[in-house]
């Protein structure tokens, strides 16, 4: 039994790495959700398919590119599916594709077709993630105070990297300075007058 359990958790990190590297997760009015990878290996996309339960389809040319090889696109499209597969691959995901799968977690129907068997699986302590708060707004629970923290310490992060981003390079001397002095910027407040376009 705890041989077939770990070789279940390589092919869930095999899947992962593939996904990042080669997936897709899309979601629009024309075509609903979907959770995708194309490949022209036919061998490696079976195998993906068979291990988050997908539907293969292929091969086919890609429009107007008849030198390329044939494709193969193991699909997800439905909400059940679509959120199993979040579930699975969302503690093995990058920063992106997290961000990705947050959004698509905001927008799933309040009651898909099909069992969904997505639990709660709170963190023991918070994490950069809103999925927990998600899953608790998805299965109509009160988030609990760490996946709230958990959500709150998702979204200060990214606006201050977006702060980060939008920074002057006067501002970036500042904090380097007051790093060097063992000061946070954080606790200090210094407004840098910024020069009025020529």
């Keep these: 039994m705890e041989e077939v359990s ?3 958790d390589i092919d869930i990190a095999w899947a992962a790495g593939l ?3 080669e997936g897709c997760l899309n979601i629009s009015g024309k075509y609903g959700v979907r959770f995708t990878l194309k490949m022209s290996d036919k061998d490696i996309v079976e ?3 068979r291990i988050m339960g997908a539907h293969l389809y292929g091969p086919y040319q890609p429009a107007g590119k008849s030198t390329y090889l044939p494709m ?3 699909r997800i499209a439905d909400w059940k599916g ?3 597969a979040i579930s699975l691959l969302y503690p093995l995901a990058g920063i992106r594709r ?3 799968m947050d959004f698509v977690l905001s927008k799933a129907p309040e009651h898909p077709k099909g069992t969904v068997t997505l639990t709660l699986a709170c963190p023991p302590e918070p994490v950069d993630s809103y999925l927990g708060y998600s899953r608790h707004r998805y299965l109509g629970i009160p988030p609990c105070d760490i996946c709230k923290a958990s959500a709150n310490l998702y979204v200060n992060n990214r606006k201050r ?3 980060e981003a939008n920074k002057t390079d006067a501002e970036r001397r500042i904090d380097e300075a007051l790093a060097a002095a063992g000061i946070h910027p954080d606790e200090v407040s210094v407004r840098v007058k910024r020069s009025a376009p020529s």
């Design 6 to 8: 770990a070789t279940r």
């Design 19 to 21: 996904f990042e590297g």
């Design 47 to 49: 195998r993906w398919t």
């Design 72 to 74: 193969w696109e193991s």
């Design 82 to 84: 679509v959120l199993e």
């Design 98 to 100: 997290r961000e990705k």
């Design 161 to 163: 990297a977006r702060r």
